[in-house]
C-alpha cells in the first residue's frame, strides 16, 4: 500500500518501529508507520531545552511518524486528524508493550512543497518551524534541497522534564 500510494513509497524502517493500517467497518483506509526520530533538529532541540549530552541519552524517547498514508479514492472530512488523535493515545502504550520503555513525544517532518500540515494542525501538533534540508541525518551536501515543517505532539505534560533529564546509570 505504501509502496504504491505514498509518495515517498516504502523504505524498510531501521530500528525500533510500529506501522498501523487504518481501519473501518468499510475496510482498509489507509495506513501510519513510526520509527527513530531525526538525529538532530535545532529547533526541536531549542524547544525541547537540550543539550547535546541529553539528546544523545534521550533521543529514543521521541518517536518519528515517518509515514502517513490515507488511501486516495478514501473521502472523509476530518478522517486524518481524527487518525492522528487516535494513534497519539495508542501509540505509547503499544510501544511500551514492545520495546519496554514509554515515548513521550512524537514528531513528523511535512515537505512544504506539497503539504500544509492542516490535519496535523488539526490534531493539536505544534509547529516550530521549518527544517534546513538536509535530511534525517544531516546530510550538508543536501543543503536547503528539501524543506519541511517540523510537527512535534507531546504524549504527557511532563514531556520537557522527562526529556531534559539524564537517565541514572547503573
Not at 25 to 40: D, E, K, V
Not at 43 to 69: K, M, P, T, Y
Not at 108 to 135: D, M, P
Not at 138 to 155: R, T, W
Amino acid at each position: 500500500m505504501i509502496h504504491r500510494w505514498h509518495y515517498l513509497g516504502y523504505k524498510k524502517l531501521v530500528g525500533s518501529q510500529l506501522r498501523y493500517l487504518i481501519n473501518s467497518r468499510s475496510g482498509i483506509l489507509g495506513s501510519l508507520g513510526f520509527g527513530a526520530s531525526a538525529w538532530n533538529v535545532q529547533a526541536r532541540e531549542g524547544f525541547i531545552g537540550w543539550s547535546r549530552q541529553i539528546r544523545e541519552q534521550n533521543l529514543h524517547l521521541i518517536v518519528n511518524n515517518s509515514r502517513f498514508l490515507i488511501l486516495p479514492w478514501i473521502k472523509s472530512r476530518n478522517l486524518a486528524s481524527r487518525v492522528l488523535g487516535l494513534v497519539a493515545k495508542k501509540l505509547p502504550n503499544d510501544w511500551e508493550q514492545r520495546y519496554k520503555y514509554r515515548p513521550v513525544m512524537l514528531e513528523t517532518f511535512v515537505e512544504k512543497k506539497r503539504f500544509r500540515g492542516t490535519c496535523y494542525k488539526a490534531a493539536n501538533w505544534i509547529c516550530l518551524g521549518e527544517t534546513k534540508g538536509r535530511g534525517k541525518l544531516g546530510d550538508y551536501s543536501k543543503l536547503y534541497e528539501n524543506v519541511k515543517l517540523i510537527m512535534v505532539y507531546p504524549l504527557c505534560k511532563e514531556f520537557r522534564s522527562v526529556l531534559q533529564q539524564l537517565p541514572i546509570s547503573s
